[in-house]
């Protein structure tokens, strides 16, 4: 039956009859494995296994203070740029089939980054001393 749903496109409901079992075993296997460990599985509890862990360092403080934004802006800036030299792959892989036109294309690219750059280092977001 299911090379049969492949090979035509019949819209009649069998052709999704594969689909929905999947689903309905797929969600049964989930449900009962989860039913199973919490009926099975051990029930300690205590105020050493409430605590949050922390690698084996001692706590200290409360993990709710606040982080300076400069952190949050150097990681956003590091992933704009990081995501930039991802396009560089399918240009270096057809640069010669692009030719100049892509040589152009490439340019302007690295110029608007180049300028983005520009603008957050004029701005101080890379500035970390205040």
Known sequence: MLFH????????????FSVVML???AGGLVGGLL??????????RGS???Q?????????GN???PIAVKYFLVAILFVLFD?????FYPYAINFRDLGWEGFVAVVIFVSLFLIGFIYI????ALRWEK
């Open 83 to 87: 995501v930039e030299v991802i396009f």
């Open 52 to 60: 949050n862990f922390e690698s084996g360092i001692e706590i200290k």
């Open 48 to 50: 050493d296994k409430l």
């Open 5 to 16: 749903f492949l090979q035509t496109q019949a819209t009649s409901a069998d052709s999704y």
């Open 35 to 44: 039913l199973l460990s919490s009926k099975l599985g051990p029930k300690r």
């Open 63 to 65: 993990a709710r203070q």
């Open 121 to 124: 280092f004029k701005k101080g």
């Open 23 to 25: 689903i309905i075993v």
